[in-house]
């Protein structure tokens, strides 16, 4: 699977949006971009997951460039229960069976009062 | 989202000892299970693979005759740690998918996480 890089930490206001960048310039044709967050002392949660086109659902925006060599998820509206570590991971797939989602370090996401 | 349960959510053994960990899928059937490591303040590390009714799948580096996986169910997996050592000391989560699609979209979906410490 292809790494990805992303900035160790960041920090967000309350009730503004969290902008938190990816990048995976070795990411193949077929490989899709997950995002999954961490709270602290639980288990990862799914958050989105894409190919090609920008995706949106109840938690998330996920913004892929044309190229697919970068990504965004967006947090429109961060809470204070947002603050986590957010881990995008690249994989072929969306069947368990084509590939383990592999975690880097993630980003450290602080919401701020 | 499909549930998964982990028990227990913690636990403290002596060393020397073994801890068994259970993880159940509680709504939804697993045909494979995952278990991952986590020491404090790293990435979670996958230990092994397992498929319903089938020997599970070690990670390069995961001794499987010290961390014993068995699926036995499809909506059961255990991990015993056996003969623990302080060093065996860390967060242990599961996962778990469906490949029948019982959980929408064959994702992954984890376990809250048991923390072990051995004295």
């Known amino acids: 699977d292809a790494k990805t890089t992303q900035p160790p930490s960041m920090d967000c206001a309350e009730g503004r949006a969290a902008n938190l960048p990816c990048n995976h310039s070795?990411?193949?044709?077929?490989?899709?971009v997950y995002w999954y967050r961490q709270i602290h002392s639980q288990g990862p949660q799914y958050i989105i997951h894409g190919l090609k086109n920008n995706e949106t659902n109840e938690m998330a925006s996920l913004i892929i460039t044309e190229d697919r060599k970068s990504s965004t998820l967006i947090l429109p509206h961060a809470t204070l229960r947002d603050t986590a570590v957010y881990y995008c991971i690249v994989r072929v797939g969306v069947s368990v069976s084509q590939g383990n989602l592999i975690f880097g370090k993630g980003t450290k996401l602080s919401v701020k009062p | 989202g499909a549930v998964v349960s982990q028990h227990p959510s913690w636990v403290i053994c002596k060393s020397g000892t073994s801890v068994k960990i259970e993880c159940r899928s509680l709504?939804?059937?697993?045909?494979?299970m995952f278990w991952y490591r986590q020491f404090p303040k790293q990435s979670l590390m996958l230990m092994a693979t397992?498929?319903?009714?089938?020997?599970?799948?070690?990670e390069q580096g995961v001794e499987k005759d010290k961390f014993l996986i068995n699926h036995a169910s499809l909506t059961l997996s255990t991990l015993t740690v056996t003969s623990a050592h302080p060093e065996d000391s860390s967060f242990y989560i599961c996962?778990?998918?469906?490949?029948?699609?019982?959980?929408?979209?064959?994702?992954?979906?984890f376990g809250p996480g048991t923390r072990l410490t051995v004295l």
């Open positions: 397992s498929n319903e009714g089938s020997k599970a799948t070690y």
């Open positions: 996962s778990a998918s469906s490949l029948a699609g019982g959980t929408g979209y064959n994702e992954q979906f």
């Open positions: 070795t990411i193949s044709g077929n490989e899709y």
């Open positions: 709504d939804f059937q697993a045909t494979t």
